[in-house]
């Protein structure tokens, strides 16, 4: 089993729509839990940053950790071609730099 | 003010070939790292660097050498060139995950090297 799985997708979704895309992970370690963007031929940059479980908002944006279920989820509300792009999940645990990344989904929004 | 650069940006050079990536961070971060992306969009860390001391070392071929020469900056030198080391390289910084914060640890990416090995 990997250590973080994500479904690659491709998800295509009308401007407007809300989004859902999710992780589930096997380390019960992982305490830090974010979200990374990655436009085409871009670097990834961070969206959303959570600490152990619960829900965190910020705009049209809202990211979910649910720990007893290892699940964590984003979902993008009245979403814009512009939010067209890799989203990756990532993790950590509390004193250990390494980033587990999962795989990416990969979302369109069509105008 | 690029928070994490990189040079060069692509990079295209012969099977055998030894050729390096440079990367730099203006972010005043202790921590380093050289991600290796593959054709599927998969991030897996190779290594990183904290205050130019080596921290994580994952399981890659001794033709990969990081070197720190301060905490600025975190190169990657890559002997022997193979077909399979095609991929996009980011590096990436973050500050020290000891200290206290709410976004400790979280990293900051570069543009990426898109490396081709023909």
């Known amino acids: 089993q990997k250590e973080v799985e994500q479904d690659p997708g491709p998800l295509s979704v009308p401007e407007g729509a809300i989004v859902s895309l999710n992780c589930t992970y096997s380390?019960?370690?992982?305490?830090?839990f974010m979200w990374y963007r990655q436009y085409s031929r871009k670097g990834p940059e961070l969206l959303m940053y959570?600490?152990?479980?619960g829900n965190k908002e910020d705009g049209r944006f809202t990211a979910q950790v649910d720990k007893s279920s290892k699940y964590i989820s984003l979902f993008i509300r009245d979403s814009q071609p512009s939010d067209s792009a890799t989203y990756l999940c990532?993790?950590?645990?509390?004193?250990?730099?390494?980033?587990?990344f999962g795989p990416g989904t990969s979302l369109s929004v069509i105008p | 003010d690029t928070a994490v650069s990189q040079t060069p940006k692509y990079l295209v050079t012969q099977m055998g070939n030894d050729k390096s990536i440079k990367c730099e961070q203006n972010?005043?971060?202790?921590?380093m790292y050289w991600y290796k992306q593959d054709s599927k969009k998969f991030l897996k860390i190779m290594f990183s660097y904290n205050n130019k001391e080596l921290i994580i070392n994952e399981t890659v071929p001794n033709r990969f050498s990081p070197k720190s020469p301060d905490k600025a900056h975190l190169n990657l030198h890559i002997n022997s060139l193979e077909l399979g080391d095609s991929a996009v390289y980011f590096c990436?910084?973050?500050?020290?995950?000891?200290?206290?914060?709410?976004?400790?640890?979280?990293?900051?990416f570069g543009p990426g090297t898109r490396l081709l090995v023909l």
């Open positions: 959570t600490y152990s479980s």
């Open positions: 990532a993790m950590k645990e509390a004193s250990y730099d390494k980033v587990i």
């Open positions: 972010l005043g971060h202790d921590t």
């Open positions: 990436a910084s973050s500050q020290d995950t000891h200290r206290a914060g709410a976004l400790r640890g979280t990293q900051y």
């Open positions: 380390n019960s370690a992982f305490q830090y």
